[in-house]
């Protein structure tokens, strides 16, 4: 890989330290590594992300995957990513946390292709591919309703909030990138039906912050 490009996964290291407390794992960063070479190759003729440098690769969807990490219960976990196109945010949580079982929903078949290519390469074998639109699998497979601890999903519509809780235990917990789209008041739809609320996270030390939200599966 080229010198920009190995500098640019180098950058997560003091990240991943401030976000979780402990130094990055070298086997870690390197996983990163191969994660973004990947990326960036089947990204030529795929168009897998519209990020296109190495560098806006590692700060766009790298990075920004690793922040879920601050809204994230400690010790394992079952957490499943829905649309998680080439992984994100999920796969990058997973490197950092080899305590989180994964399971990632992806409906379109490239990114379903390259997903399987990443787990190969990322010698990541525990993590669940299901390839499929969120709302059907839970027809189909019936078992995974009430299955997970966690899901979490980088762009959110209106309509994958109740999809997501379906896929929660009781008090399981939602978290997205947000926000989606809003009314005229200003709120979201699910803020308003008080399936969620907003929550703005200061990262002082990276110089950024970031807007989630947040809600849990009733008990």
Do not use: C
């Not at 990513?81 to 796969?91: A, F, S």
């Not at 292709?113 to 669940?128: M, T, Y």
């Not at 966690?150 to 896929?167: E, H, K, N, Q, S």
Request: proline share 7%.
């Amino acid at each position: 890989m080229h010198g920009s490009a190995h500098d640019a996964v180098t950058h997560l290291a003091p990240a991943i330290e401030s976000l979780t407390g402990y130094p990055a794992d070298p086997a870690g960063i390197a996983r990163f590594r191969r994660y973004l070479a990947l990326l960036m190759d089947w990204n030529k003729t795929h168009r897998l992300t519209g990020y296109r440098s190495a560098e806006a690769v590692v700060r766009q969807l790298f990075l920004d995957a690793l922040l879920f990490l601050a809204r994230l219960p400690s010790g394992a976990l079952t957490m499943i990513d829905l649309g998680t196109g080439p992984g994100i945010p999920g796969v990058p949580i997973r490197v950092v946390r080899s305590d989180i079982s994964l399971t990632v929903v992806e409906s379109r078949r490239k990114q379903v292709s390259f997903l399987a290519a990443l787990k190969r390469g990322l010698d990541l074998q525990d993590i669940v591919i299901l390839e499929g639109r969120a709302e059907k699998l839970l027809i189909d497979y019936p078992a995974l309703v009430g299955g997970f601890d966690v899901a979490v999903t980088r762009a959110v519509g209106t309509r994958m909030i109740p999809t997501a809780m379906r896929y929660l235990k009781p008090g399981g917990l939602f978290v997205a990138g947000g926000p989606p789209v809003q009314t005229e008041a200003g709120r979201t739809e699910m803020e308003e039906a008080g399936w969620v609320r907003r929550e703005t996270v200061a990262f002082p030390r990276l110089g950024m912050s970031r807007v989630f939200l947040i809600g849990l599966r009733p008990p």
